[in-house]
């Protein structure tokens, strides 16, 4: 399979660069074309490719990384490369105040986006957005579901109550993901912005999912915060 995809991949223009570490459910190659770099995501077995599904409804929305190209028979998405991941940033301690709250704040306008479509992303973890001149964008659209539906993957230590109980994600699944994320992310915060970050984790992370703001209240949020320190 994946040497077909090679062959597929040189004959449409494409250099193949390496193979990068992806998490196991998929091969990852970095590629080039015309100078820029994208990232080949090859199912291991044929139609395990279930990310076109969302793609077209969300292929409007900002910070999201939609592949742009799909190949159902040959089961590759080739998506543009991003540099980092947030999980990279954490990792490194790479991490100042206005950096964080404007990923912060790309992750939430890529949720608002999704949301609108009545869709859930589902799997946001730092893992799984990818860093690019500061902002951020979601790269893993293939556990895009309907909400009150059984995703076909999540992440078990980012799964909310609702997951563990009824076994279904909702919208509001995301935003207690986000506030996951933003603890993580205030861990490398010392200024006054950690407690801000802090009390908005401790809502988003709420039991019950209708009492966990929406991605545009968190938004707004951020963007106060943003003014403030500018
Ligand atoms: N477009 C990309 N640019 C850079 N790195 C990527 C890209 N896509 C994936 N990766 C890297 O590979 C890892 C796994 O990829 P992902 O698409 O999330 O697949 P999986 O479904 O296996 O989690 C990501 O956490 C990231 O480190
Ligand atoms: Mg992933």
Redesign the pocket.
């Given at each position: 399979m994946l040497q077909k995809v090679i062959s597929y991949l040189e004959s449409s223009g494409y250099r193949v660069l390496k193979e990068?570490?992806?998490?196991?459910?998929?091969r990852?190659l970095l590629i080039e074309r015309a100078g820029r770099k994208?990232?080949a995501?090859v199912a291991s077995e044929a139609g395990d490719l279930f990310e076109m599904q969302y793609c077209k409804e969300i292929s409007s929305c900002p910070n999201v990384?939609v592949p742009e190209f799909l190949d159902e028979n040959l089961s590759i998405a080739v998506?543009?490369?991003?540099?980092k991941?947030l999980?990279d940033l954490l990792d490194t301690s790479g991490l100042d105040d206005v950096e964080a709250l404007n990923i912060a704040l790309s992750i939430c306008r890529a949720l608002e986006c999704i949301h609108s479509k009545d869709l859930v992303y589902t799997d946001l973890k730092p893992?799984?957005v990818?860093i690019e001149n500061g902002q951020a964008f979601l790269?893993?659209t293939?556990s895009i579901t309907r909400p009150f539906s059984r995703p076909r993957?999540i992440t078990l230590d980012y799964a909310p109550p609702e997951y563990h109980e009824w076994g279904i994600v909702v919208k509001e699944s995301d935003l207690y993901q986000l506030g996951l994320v933003l603890i993580e992310m205030s861990r490398h915060i010392t200024s006054c912005i950690r407690s801000e970050l802090q009390s908005l984790a401790s809502m988003l992370t709420k039991r019950n999912p209708f009492d966990r703001p929406s991605a545009r209240v968190v938004a707004s949020r951020i963007e106060l915060l943003i003014e403030r320190l500018s």
């Open positions: 990068i570490a992806g998490s196991g459910k998929y990852l994208y990232v995501r990384a998506r543009k490369y991003l540099p991941t999980r893992e799984n990818g790269i893993d293939d993957f």
